[in-house]
């Protein structure tokens, strides 16, 4: 039972459908003939899916086993196409690093730049090794930040005596590490798919946009271009 309103909906073929209310989603999966499955909960809003469940709980199992049997994996983990991420969003891709290394998968996480942000790229490698020290109690970093195009990426292993020693606090804690992969990965690609929907309908509005008229060169001489992109940054 989904019980948030409004929700982000992906069609049956994967198209993103926006954001609509549910009983709006639910009514289009009757119609449908399928069913409305919720495959990022904790996103705000949440993002659902029209799809066949059954068939879905049937691929899921089929990752699953396929994941138990080929070994390690590189996994992505994208924190969005610009550096002013939530940090409660930032947060839920920590803890699904964390799932994929204590899980034996190398994980890699990757910080997209917008615009004029290319220019404080050290915000960026801060998350980044942030987000390094706050998975240093089950990871290693295997490859440091590094800008590739308009985004940064870091690379880090599961270190085996680390994650024996963490799996052992839990037990001791009367707790246990989430272990559903499949349903993980199905989130992270949706996840991922958003993203990548935002940015395509974030570049198509630019496009769209009326070309400003250039400044004269008092106008020009009258802006501060440091001023312009902290601005830009903190959301002015």
């Known amino acids: 039972m989904i019980r948030l309103s ?3 909906l992906i069609g049956e073929d994967g198209e993103q459908l926006g954001v609509v209310e549910t009983p709006d989603a639910m009514r289009m999966a009757q119609q449908a003939g399928l069913d409305l499955v919720e495959v990022v909960p904790d996103s705000r809003p949440p993002v659902c899916k029209i799809m066949d469940y059954g068939k879905y ?3 899921l199992s089929k990752r699953e086993n396929k994941s138990k049997s080929s070994g390690a994996e590189m996994k992505e983990i994208r924190l969005g196409r610009s550096v002013k991420i939530d940090p409660h969003d930032v947060q839920i891709r920590v803890d699904q690093a964390r799932r994929f290394l204590i899980s034996g998968h190398k994980v890699s996480i990757t910080q997209r730049f917008r615009g004029r942000e290319m220019m404080h ?9 942030q987000i390094c020290q706050d998975l240093s109690d089950v990871a290693k970093i295997e490859m440091a930040p590094r800008t590739a195009g308009r985004s940064i990426s870091v ?3 599961p270190d085996k005596a680390k994650i024996e020693s963490y799996k052992a606090k839990l037990e ?11 349903k993980l990965e199905e989130e992270v690609a949706a996840q991922n798919a958003a993203i990548d929907a935002q940015e395509t309908a974030e570049d198509h509005a630019e496009d769209s946009k009326p070309k400003k008229k250039s400044k004269g060169p008092k106008d020009d001489r009258a802006s501060n271009p440091v001023d312009d992109e902290i601005a830009d940054l903190l959301g002015g």
Not at 121 to 129: C, D, P, S, T
Not at 173 to 178: H, I, M, V, Y
Request: glycine share 10%; no cysteine.
């Open 57 to 59: 709980k049937y691929e």
């Open 6 to 8: 409004p929700i982000r």
């Open 155 to 157: 690379v880090l292993g």
């Open 172 to 182: 001791r804690e009367g707790k246990q590490a989430e272990e559903d992969l499949a």
């Open 121 to 129: 790229k050290e915000l960026g490698e801060e998350r980044l090794f």
